[in-house]
């Protein structure tokens, strides 16, 4: 990409071409850093809700939330496939928002942490997700 970006593009003809060369050169940069993390920032943000799902076992006092937390919380990744690790990153994110919307409910200082950790954890994933190359 460097080679894309700093030899190649700036000999085409055009500001055009350069232009189209440059944005290439981005987007393949954006697309190999997001190869390189895709499983890793999955597995993270999983076991990040499963910790607070367990947290949560503590506070929520609704029958069939309480057992989807304890339920979901178990749930495993059976491949490392992205596509896998997708499909349970949704599952424990639906329950996630649901759940923050319960505690969202309650009283009390445990609430207010759990509601305040749930919030780092969605900042937290949005963070994970920036590329380097910033906004194009």
Same mark, same amino acid.
């Given at each position: ?31 190999? *850093? #997001? ?18 799902? #367990? ?21 495993? *990744? ?8 997708? &499909?349970?990153?949704?599952?424990? &994110?639906?329950?996630?928002? #649901?759940?923050?919307?319960?505690? #969202? ?32």
């Amino acid at each position: 990409m460097r080679a894309l970006r700093e030899d190649f593009a700036p000999k085409l003809p055009t500001a055009f071409e350069q232009g189209a060369a440059l944005r290439l050169a981005m987007l393949s940069q954006a697309a190999s *850093e #997001e190869f390189d993390r895709a499983a890793a920032r999955r597995l993270e943000e999983n076991e990040a809700m499963r910790r607070l799902f #367990e947290r949560a076992s503590s506070i929520v006092k609704t029958p069939d939330l309480l057992t989807r937390l304890q339920t979901v919380g178990c749930l495993r *990744e059976d491949s490392i496939h992205v596509s896998a690790l997708d &499909r349970v990153n949704q599952t424990l &994110r639906d329950l996630l928002i #649901e759940l923050h919307a319960h505690v #969202e409910t309650l009283a009390g200082d445990d609430a207010r942490a759990l509601e305040a950790d749930i919030w780092f954890e969605f900042s937290a994933s949005t963070a994970r997700r920036a590329l380097s190359i910033g906004r194009f």
